[in-house]
T-cell receptor, first 112, second 114 residues
Framework: DTEVTQTPKHLVMGMTNKKSLKCEQH?????MYWYKQKAKKPPELMFV???????INESVPSRFSPECPNSSLLNLHLHALQPEDSALYLC???????????FGSGTRLTVV | GESVGLHLPTLSVQEGDNSIINCAYS??????FIWYKQESGKGPQFIID?????DKRQGQRVTVLLNKTVKHLSLQIAATQPGDSAVYFC?????????????FGTGTLLAVQP
């Protein structure tokens, strides 16, 4: 298995909803990432997990809450989002010591 | 020709021509670089990478050149095909530390004309 799998592919949520994005990889990668990408813009780093511990939070608002339950799974919990949070949310993983970042196909989030 | 749009530079080429996409990176401490291809509605797809101790690396129909003196990276695509039409991003990783940050450049839209 050489893929990063993200679910759901599309999500529409209201500003008062709570939802979660899921990311899974079975490549034994020990670093996992969340990126946010707006249309016609590059992906922007949000969070980095290294060996299941949060190592970087790029000043992301608290309405985004990451979680890494185990080495294969990464979640992003969403609560009280704003319409401007609508974007493509990408998950990536990387081997602990080597290089090679693998990205998932993303979750297209729309906040209404 | 090449033009700079409001958000995304665009490179328009004829099918069969060679394409050159350029990228200026910002951090002289970056030690690893990747080119990604992103098609509409999909995640970034790895094309080729290069470490800072190299200045050239070749793959299938693609070549990456690295000039550390001027912090410049380029991607050359030989015999460009319609399927190459996509947005191309360069990305850099800073050397050392526990951060393992991968930071993306602005991106270039490659439009291949049949």
């Amino acid at each position: 298995d050489t893929e990063v799998t993200q679910t759901p592919k599309h999500l529409v949520m209201g500003m008062t909803n709570k939802k979660s994005l899921k990311c899974e990889q079975h490549m034994g990668h020990r670093a996992m990432y969340w990126y946010k990408q707006k249309a016609k813009k590059p992906p922007e780093l949000m969070f980095v997990y290294s060996y299941e511990k949060l190592s970087i939070n790029e000043s992301v608002p608290s309405r985004f809450s990451p979680e890494c339950p185990n080495s294969s799974l990464l979640n992003l919990h969403l609560h009280a989002l704003q319409p401007e949070d609508s974007a493509l949310y990408l998950c990536a993983s990387r081997r602990g010591t080597g290089d090679g970042y693998t990205f998932g196909s993303g979750t297209r989030l729309t906040v209404v | 020709g090449e033009s700079v749009g409001l958000h995304l530079p665009t490179l328009s080429v004829q099918e069969g021509d060679n394409s050159i996409i350029n990228c200026a990176y910002s951090n002289s401490a970056s030690d690893y670089f990747i080119w990604y291809k992103q098609e509409s509605g999909k995640g970034p797809q790895f094309i080729i990478d290069i470490r800072s101790n190299m200045d050239k690396r070749q793959g299938q129909r693609v070549t990456v050149l690295l000039n550390k003196t001027v912090k410049h990276l380029s991607l050359q695509i030989a015999a460009t095909q319609p399927g190459d039409s996509a947005v191309y991003f360069c990305a850099e990783k800073e050397y050392g530390g526990a951060t393992n940050k991968l930071i993306f450049g602005t991106g270039t839209l490659l439009a291949v004309q049949p």
